[in-house]
T-cell receptor, first 115, second 115 residues
Framework: DGGITQSPKYLFRKEGQNVTLSCEQN?????MYWYRQDPGQGLRLIYY???????QKGDIAEGYSVSREKKESFPLTVTSAQKNPTAFYLC??????????????FGEGSRLTVL | AQSVTQPDIHITVSEGASLELRCNYS??????LFWYVQSPGQGLQLLLK??????LVQGIKGFEAEFKRSQSSFNLRKPSVHWSDAAEYFC?????????????FGDGTTLTVKP
């Protein structure tokens, strides 16, 4: 079935380590997004990408990095510069950019805990 | 900047009772509006969306929402709640003036269903 796959579902990290969260989609969507979710704060946009080899910062990009080398893949790296990385991370894709439905298709999420 | 407000952090209703979740938005033009639902530890799933036309939209699982331009609202309703509706609900708005289709989310409303 088509969808978005995030891995790992749970990840533990020591302070000072970089970690990379995987996001793969087989929906043939152009746009992909990373959101961070904290209790009581809804979803906040970290990075987004409209096409391969291009991406833009969202509202809370500091301490994160991304790449978009393939249409299907949009990995997120949480660097040691991110001061409070413990959170639930959601990857999403959308079928069109600049026009179209705007509907987001979400993965199941990755929960990162810094020890 | 656009914003979304969900005034109710937590709502409790009895099974079989009606439900209304409130959503207000701030935006310079008519936005694209969405309601998503999230079960604990899961990604978000689209319930319904409004782009234009009929201001009363039907969604999955028996949900509906009404767009009221004069009140900048997009409230979600269900005539009879089932125990399986217990979840967190997010209202979102998408802007397309920047050719990005980025969504802004409210902080969410947690629904508890009493037996």
């Amino acid at each position: 079935d088509g969808g978005i796959t995030q891995s790992p579902k749970y990840l533990f990290r020591k302070e000072g380590q970089n970690v990379t969260l995987s996001c793969e989609q087989n929906l043939n969507h152009d746009a992909m997004y990373w959101y961070r979710q904290d209790p009581g704060q809804g979803l906040r946009l970290i990075y987004y990408s409209q096409i391969v080899n291009d991406f833009q910062k969202g509202d809370i990009a500091e301490g994160y990095s991304v790449s978009r080398e393939k249409k299907e893949s949009f990995p997120l790296t949480v660097t040691s510069a991110q001061k409070n990385p413990t959170a639930f991370y959601l990857c999403a894709s959308s079928p069109q950019t600049g026009r179209g439905t705007g509907e987001l298709f979400f993965g199941e999420g990755s929960r990162l805990t810094v020890l | 900047a656009q914003s979304v407000t969900q005034p109710d952090i937590h709502i409790t209703v009895s099974e079989g009772a009606s439900l209304e979740l409130r959503c207000n938005y701030s935006y310079g033009a008519t936005p694209y509006l969405f309601w998503y639902v999230q079960s604990p530890g899961q990604g978000l799933q689209l319930l319904l969306k409004y782009f234009s036309g009929d201001t009363l939209v039907q969604g999955i699982k028996g949900f509906e929402a009404e767009f009221k331009r004069s009140q900048s609202s997009f409230n979600l309703r269900k005539p009879s709640v089932h125990w399986s509706d217990a979840a967190e609900y997010f209202c979102a708005v998408v802007r397309y003036n920047t050719n990005a289709g980025k969504s802004t989310f409210g902080d969410g409303t947690t629904l508890t269903v009493k037996p």
